[in-house]
């Protein structure tokens, strides 16, 4: 039978399908016997949705045409067309549009191989996207095709029974030409592009309508970040600042003035606390960009911090050295923006970077608080180490230079490049190398939906010249541009294995570093992705010589190297996979990297850096050179103008929204996968998440600082925002 999803009024849609004719041909028989299926009298069904955009009221849709290709039981026959038999049965169930077409002819057809869908043009254009099409055969057995593509006018779409196989297995022609005729039509399709020198390459797509249909926005006007923005404005009652560039704020209350609808109860807590040393370490464990923290196994030469310098902040008794020898040390540094050109699209305000190195301490209570910040990588007398014992000014504007930096590597390194950028890689190397038959593309369709078309309207609106990335953020006119180029170098493989990334920094042991839940939630993702993995493995390759066999599978995985990591072998990226462990460990970076890591430093952005002084998007006095010259007045005159504020605002909260109908982790609706065992595999991921969100909401309770970004049922399948 035939489920549509309607997108418009129900009765329009009955007037629609009372006129629709349906034809049903028969394709040139097979010679090789196979499997015998008896489809006299059988029943075709289509399970899709219409397009919407260019729907009218009361014309009727174009035609539509299905074509069988069979093993026949007897010998080959000339093709044949089937006449359409009855009317279409046309009702309603859940929502869902049903259709059901009763098909006869004379004789057996045999196993029904592929399934030629095509919509010819009528006199206006009417896309449909077709889920799957169920065949009943006399039998009773059902055939499942899925499909889950728009079907577009005088575009054939040619569809395999829902069996993954792989290359191997294809033992007919008619089912290699098919295989292979896909790659060929999807490598025309999504081809390579260099946005900028030295980037991971991208779509050659300058729009979003030019993608292929197959992977646009549903609704392209749901992820315009122009009309988000101005959503988000009104949402936040925050428009009629958004113009008033230049205009300083007065003083720190002022900034609450763009927060009379805030109903978050992390920013609150950040808006209170955000001057507190506490609170300034804490956000390297468990804020929005939870990825720099390492510990300091020596103190650079670039950072002469003395033992005179720190001891009133050290509490064990022990030397400097001492402290670094014990792992009660950490330090993150900036050293990337060193360099780095400051946004100049705006004559009329001058805007300023720095690359500061921070100096950390864990202390008695376990918690982690800074005690040395130096403003730039060179020291000398104008770049002084600024203290905690300083004056209160002085310090306190030295941190919020901290926090300015780790919003431009969070925003352009973090986020940009190491989840939307590398995972655009994935998706269209995907697209490319793994025919939808493949059993490794229907594992990773679904965290691959969306992300190449956010990407694109990223390029067109938010991130390209003199876009919405420009009017707020110190980094924009090319700043940005400079710093994915300057981080390429670091985007290692083994950066993106999680629990490598995190023993490489030293932040691996839970004793030594108890709250550290980045760490904690991600490893028990990390694990039970990797698991679920395994277990897709284990059905398809039965040993590491099939992994090695799968040509397809290794083109994907060269595509990956040549294209996203441009060739370079210091990249760590494998060129070949050679056995299940890696090909598991493979997959898991993949997914994880779309999903769980997008999320952990995506989602947080409204909690973290709504309230202003936490994370200034830029800075509009240079950095202090001396010490105890430092007042509130130049403190709020360095911070972002009212403006500036406003539109880095909407940003932070436009961003930090799940989409409507967001599919979350382990959420699979799209029926790629038929088999029993795959579906096993599937409700025991689900299990396992499941039990990973309880223990994260046991965590939580009364927690004033929960941890939830990590959380499954918070974490989408994908890069889609």
Same mark, same amino acid.
């Given at each position: 039978?035939?489920?549509?999803?309607?997108?418009?009024?129900?009765?329009?849609?009955?007037?629609?399908?009372?006129?629709?004719?349906?034809?049903?041909?028969?394709?040139?028989?097979?010679?090789?016997?196979?499997?015998?299926?008896?489809?006299?009298?059988?029943?075709?069904?289509?399970?899709?949705?219409?397009?919407?955009?260019?729907? +009218?009221?009361? %014309?009727?849709?174009?035609?539509?045409?299905?074509?069988?290709?069979?093993?026949?039981?007897?010998?080959?026959?000339?093709?044949?067309?089937?006449?359409?038999?009855?009317?279409?049965?046309?009702?309603?169930?859940?929502?869902?549009?049903?259709?059901?077409?009763?098909?006869?002819?004379?004789?057996?057809?045999?196993?029904?191989?592929?399934?030629?869908?095509? !919509?010819?043009?009528?006199?206006?254009?009417?896309?449909?996207?077709? %889920?799957?099409?169920?065949? !009943?055969?006399?039998?009773?057995?059902?055939?499942?095709?899925?499909?889950?593509?728009?079907?577009?006018?005088?575009?054939?779409?040619?569809?395999?029974?829902?069996?993954?196989?792989?290359?191997?297995?294809?033992?007919?022609?008619?089912?290699?030409?098919?295989?292979?005729?896909?790659?060929?039509?999807?490598?025309?399709?999504?081809?390579?592009?260099?946005?900028?020198?030295?980037?991971?390459?991208?779509?050659?797509?300058?729009?979003? &309508?030019?993608?292929?249909?197959?992977?646009?926005?549903?609704?392209?006007?749901?992820?315009?970040?122009?009309?988000?923005?101005? !959503?988000?404005?009104?949402?936040?009652?925050?428009?009629?600042?958004?113009?008033?560039?230049? &205009?300083?704020?007065?003083?720190?209350?002022?900034?609450?003035?763009?927060?009379?609808?805030?109903?978050?109860?992390?920013?609150?807590?950040?808006?209170?606390?955000? %001057?507190?040393?506490?609170?300034?370490?804490?956000?390297?464990?468990?804020?929005?960009?939870?990825?720099?923290?390492?510990?300091?196994?020596?103190?650079?030469?670039?950072?002469?911090?003395?033992?005179?310098?720190?001891?009133? &902040?050290?509490?064990?008794?022990?030397?400097?050295?001492?402290?670094?020898?014990?792992?009660?040390?950490?330090? /993150?540094?900036?050293?990337?923006?060193?360099?780095?050109?400051?946004? %100049?699209?705006?004559?009329?305000?001058?805007?300023?970077?720095?690359?500061?190195?921070?100096?950390?301490?864990?202390?008695?209570?376990?918690?982690? /608080?800074?005690?040395?910040?130096?403003?730039?990588?060179?020291?000398?007398?104008?770049?002084?180490?600024?203290?905690?014992?300083?004056?209160?000014?002085?310090?306190?504007?030295?941190?919020?230079?901290?926090?300015?930096?780790?919003?431009?590597?969070?925003?352009?390194?973090?986020?940009?490049?190491? +989840?939307?950028?590398?995972?655009?890689?994935?998706?269209?190397?995907?697209?490319?190398?793994?025919?939808?038959?493949?059993?490794?593309?229907?594992?990773?369709?679904?965290?691959?939906?969306?992300?190449?078309?956010?990407?694109?309207?990223?390029?067109?609106?938010?991130?390209?010249?003199?876009?919405?990335?420009?009017?707020?953020?110190?980094?924009?006119?090319?700043?940005?541009?400079?710093?994915?180029?300057?981080?390429?170098?670091?985007?290692?493989?083994?950066?993106?294995?999680?629990?490598?990334?995190?023993?490489?920094?030293?932040?691996?042991?839970?004793?030594?570093?108890?709250?550290?839940?980045?760490?904690?939630?991600?490893?028990?993702?990390?694990?039970?992705? !990797?698991?679920?993995?395994?277990?897709?493995?284990?059905?398809?390759?039965?040993?590491?010589?099939?992994?090695?066999?799968?040509?397809?599978?290794?083109?994907?995985?060269?595509?990956?190297?040549?294209?996203?990591?441009?060739?370079?072998?210091?990249?760590?990226?494998?060129?070949?996979?050679?056995?299940?462990?890696?090909?598991?460990?493979?997959?898991?970076?993949?997914?994880?990297?779309?999903?769980?890591?997008?999320?952990?430093?995506?989602?947080?952005?409204?909690?973290?850096?709504?309230?202003?002084?936490?994370?200034?998007?830029?800075?509009?006095?240079?950095?202090?050179?001396?010490?105890?010259?430092?007042?509130?007045?130049?403190?709020?005159?360095?911070?972002?103008?009212?403006?500036?504020?406003?539109?880095?605002?909407?940003?932070?909260?436009?961003?930090?929204?799940?989409?409507?109908?967001?599919?979350?982790?382990?959420?699979?609706?799209?029926?790629?996968?038929?088999?029993?065992?795959?579906?096993?595999?599937?409700?025991?991921?689900?299990?396992?998440?499941?039990?990973?969100?309880?223990?994260?909401?046991?965590?939580?309770?009364?927690?004033?600082?929960?941890?939830?970004?990590?959380?499954?049922?918070?974490?989408?399948?994908?890069?889609?925002?």
């Amino acid at each position: 039978m035939l489920l549509q999803e309607s997108r418009t009024a129900r009765s329009l849609l009955s007037i629609l399908f009372s006129e629709l004719v349906r034809r049903v041909a028969v394709l040139q028989g097979i010679a090789q016997q196979e499997t015998e299926l008896h489809t006299q009298g059988s029943r075709m069904g289509f399970q899709h949705r219409r397009g919407t955009d260019t729907q +009218t009221h009361g %014309k009727p849709p174009s035609e539509v045409c299905a074509a069988l290709c069979s093993v026949p039981a007897a010998k080959p026959k000339m093709p044949r067309r089937w006449p359409c038999v009855g009317q279409v049965k046309h009702h309603c169930l859940n929502g869902f549009q049903v259709d059901s077409y009763d098909v006869t002819v004379e004789e057996d057809l045999g196993e029904i191989q592929l399934i030629k869908i095509e !919509k010819r043009k009528y006199w206006y254009q009417d896309d449909w996207y077709l %889920k799957h099409v169920t065949v !009943k055969t006399p039998l009773g057995d059902y055939l499942e095709f899925p499909c889950y593509r728009w079907i577009t006018d005088e575009k054939e779409v040619v569809l395999r029974d829902g069996r993954a196989k792989l290359p191997r297995d294809d033992k007919t022609q008619i089912l290699k030409q098919h295989r292979r005729k896909e790659l060929e039509n999807r490598q025309k399709m999504y081809r390579w592009k260099e946005w900028h020198p030295g980037f991971p390459l991208s779509i050659d797509a300058h729009c979003h &309508s030019e993608l292929p249909r197959d992977i646009q926005f549903d609704n392209e006007k749901g992820i315009d970040f122009i009309l988000n923005y101005s !959503k988000a404005m009104e949402n936040l009652y925050i428009n009629r600042f958004m113009h008033m560039f230049q &205009s300083s704020w007065s003083d720190f209350a002022d900034f609450e003035k763009i927060f009379v609808r805030i109903s978050n109860t992390i920013s609150e807590y950040v808006m209170q606390h955000w %001057k507190e040393d506490f609170m300034f370490g804490y956000q390297f464990l468990n804020g929005c960009n939870p990825v720099l923290i390492r510990r300091c196994t020596e103190i650079p030469k670039k950072l002469p911090v003395t033992m005179d310098m720190v001891e009133c &902040s050290l509490e064990r008794n022990l030397t400097l050295e001492e402290e670094v020898k014990q792992g009660n040390i950490f330090i /993150v540094d900036y050293e990337l923006l060193d360099g780095v050109d400051a946004n %100049k699209t705006d004559p009329c305000t001058i805007q300023y970077l720095a690359a500061p190195i921070c100096l950390l301490y864990k202390n008695l209570e376990n918690k982690i /608080v800074p005690i040395a910040i130096q403003l730039g990588q060179k020291p000398g007398p104008e770049n002084p180490i600024f203290l905690p014992s300083d004056a209160t000014y002085d310090w306190l504007l030295a941190k919020i230079w901290v926090r300015s930096s780790d919003f431009h590597i969070h925003q352009t390194v973090t986020h940009l490049l190491r +989840t939307h950028l590398v995972s655009e890689v994935f998706s269209i190397a995907m697209f490319r190398q793994l025919p939808a038959v493949h059993p490794l593309f229907k594992l990773l369709v679904p965290h691959m939906r969306f992300t190449i078309a956010i990407n694109t309207k990223a390029r067109e609106q938010l991130i390209c010249e003199c876009g919405l990335f420009d009017k707020a953020n110190a980094t924009g006119g090319g700043g940005h541009v400079q710093m994915v180029q300057k981080a390429m170098k670091d985007l290692t493989y083994s950066s993106l294995c999680f629990p490598e990334d995190i023993k490489a920094k030293g932040m691996d042991s839970k004793e030594d570093i108890p709250y550290y839940y980045y760490r904690d939630d991600g490893i028990r993702v990390w694990e039970a992705i !990797k698991s679920f993995a395994e277990d897709v493995i284990q059905i398809y390759y039965e040993s590491d010589e099939v992994v090695c066999e799968d040509v397809e599978l290794q083109a994907f995985v060269k595509d990956i190297y040549m294209y996203g990591m441009r060739g370079m072998k210091s990249s760590g990226f494998p060129k070949v996979i050679k056995t299940r462990e890696k090909l598991a460990e493979y997959l898991t970076v993949i997914i994880f990297t779309a999903s769980a890591q997008h999320a952990a430093v995506n989602f947080g952005q409204y909690d973290w850096c709504s309230w202003i002084p936490n994370a200034p998007p830029t800075m509009r006095c240079p950095p202090p050179t001396e010490k105890g010259t430092v007042t509130i007045e130049q403190i709020v005159e360095s911070l972002p103008d009212r403006g500036r504020s406003c539109w880095h605002l909407g940003a932070v909260w436009a961003l930090s929204q799940f989409q409507d109908n967001e599919l979350f982790l382990g959420m699979y609706p799209d029926e790629h996968f038929v088999e029993k065992p795959v579906k096993e595999a599937m409700a025991k991921f689900r299990k396992n998440l499941d039990e990973i969100v309880s223990a994260i909401t046991e965590r939580n309770k009364n927690k004033k600082l929960p941890y939830y970004y990590l959380s499954p049922n918070r974490i989408p399948n994908s890069v889609a925002v």
